[in-house]
Structure formats: structure tokens, C-alpha cells
């Protein structure tokens, strides 16, 4: 099984997402973590030790319709999808 974490997608809540997606890995075969285009080399660096955390990256200035679009095409059966934080309709950052 697999999952695909969407947080908030500030770089510096990307960087506090390390810990989190690193402990899911004892539960999940590959992690596919999504994270804003702007900061795809950075975050990619973050993770380039494990080949079972793939970094996507969406959209940033399309953020929500950018995560609906990935989440809707790519999220199979036995995915699980995991949000953490708050998001509004009208968040852009």
C-alpha cells in the first residue's frame, strides 16, 4: 500500500514534514509527498536518500486544483490519501 501526504506547502512546513513522512514509511511501501513547484529541488533534496518517498510537484499558482487534479488521476485502490493542516477554499500561499 501505498500514500500520498499533502501539507501545507510552505517550504518550512515541507521541512517539518520530514520527521512525519520518514516515520510513515514503516506502514507504507513508497510515500508520494506533494509539494509546491517553486520548491520541488529543494524538497526532492530533503528525501534523496530514500527511493520510496517520490516528491510530485503541483502547481503553485493552481495549488488546489493542482492537488484535486494528482490526487483524482493518480490515487488507486489501496492508496491512502493524508492531509495535515488547514486549508481553505481561498488558500494560495
Known amino acids: 500500500m501505498n500514500a500520498y501526504v ?12 520530514v520527521g512525519a513522512v520518514r516515520y510513515l514509511l514503516k506502514y507504507y511501501n513508497v510515500i508520494y ?3 509546491k513547484d517553486i520548491y520541488f529541488n529543494n524538497v526532492k533534496l530533503f ?23 494528482i490526487i483524482n488521476e493518480f490515487v488507486y485502490k489501496n492508496n491512502d490519501v493524508l492531509i495535515s493542516g488547514f486549508r481553505s477554499e481561498e488558500h494560495t500561499s
Not at 6 to 17: A, E, I, R
Request: proline share 3%; charged share 25%; aromatic share 10%.
Open 6 to 17: 499533502l501539507s501545507h506547502t510552505g517550504l518550512g512546513d515541507n521541512l517539518y514534514m
Open 33 to 35: 509527498f506533494l509539494c
Open 47 to 69: 528525501f534523496k536518500d530514500n527511493t520510496n518517498i517520490v516528491v510530485i510537484p503541483i502547481d503553485s499558482k493552481r495549488e488546489k486544483y493542482s492537488c484535486k487534479k
